[in-house]
Each structure stands twice: as C-alpha cells, then as structure tokens.
C-alpha cells in the first residue's frame, strides 16, 4: 500500500479545493477511506470517510454540508472535494485507508495506511 495524496494548495476563504488520494497497492477496492487533517499544534481529526462501494458516506460536523467524499475504484482513487473554505479548515489533509472490511462504514473510523498528507491553507 502506498498512498499519496495532492491538490492541496492556498486558496482565499470562501475558495474551492479538490484532494485526490492514490493508492498504487491492491487492496483499495476493498477498504473504505478515511480523510483526517491536523493544523498546527493540533491533534490529527477525522473529517471524512466512505465505504469500500462508495455507497455510505459520513462526515465530521465542522464539514458537513460544505465536503464531498467520493471514489472511483478503477483508478484507486479517492477523492474529498472541499467547497466554502474556512480558515479554520487550514491543515495538512491526510487519506488513510480503514482496516474496516465490511458492509458500509464502521461507528469509529480505524485508519491503517496513511498518505504523507497535503497542505492546504485558507486566508481571510
């Protein structure tokens, strides 16, 4: 498994970013995805995840409404489209795949393998 995640970048409040994560391992169709970011001097939070079909999603509060998950397991691909930026939402994003294995989404995300991370900053 390795995955690597970009689109990150610097975008004004109110902005829109697109993350993609890829995963040139094997398992991908099979797990489902988890996004995470951590800002500085934080602790790492859950702000996203999908299940291995793509048919169950949930998100972090502080997102809801304005983050879109998605994926296309053809391409092993993982996607967390980010609409109305914040400053707040400043951090670097990380995808990980869930060693969830089942049906839908698990009540507590378990990441596994983890993405290196892509910053991304949002000004005032």
């Known amino acids: 498994v390795h995955l690597v995640e970009s689109g990150g970048g610097l975008v004004q409040a109110g902005g829109s970013l697109r993350l993609s994560c890829v995963d040139s391992?094997?398992?991908?169709?099979?797990?489902?995805v988890d996004w995470f970011r951590q800002a500085p001097g934080g602790e790492r939070e859950f702000v996203a995840a999908?299940?291995?079909?793509?048919?169950?999603?949930k998100y972090a509060d502080s997102v809801k409404g304005r983050f879109n998950i998605s994926r296309d397991n053809t391409k092993n691909t993982a996607f967390l489209e980010m609409n109305s930026l914040k400053p707040e939402d400043t951090a670097v994003y990380y995808c990980?795949?869930?060693?969830?294995?089942?049906?839908?989404?698990?009540?507590?995300?378990?990441?596994?393998?983890w993405g290196q991370g892509t910053q991304v900053t949002v000004s005032s």
């Open positions: 999908i299940s291995w079909s793509g048919g169950h999603t």
């Open positions: 391992g094997r398992t991908f169709p099979n797990c489902a």
């Open positions: 990980a795949l869930d060693r969830y294995l089942g049906w839908g989404l698990p009540s507590r995300p378990d990441p596994g393998h």
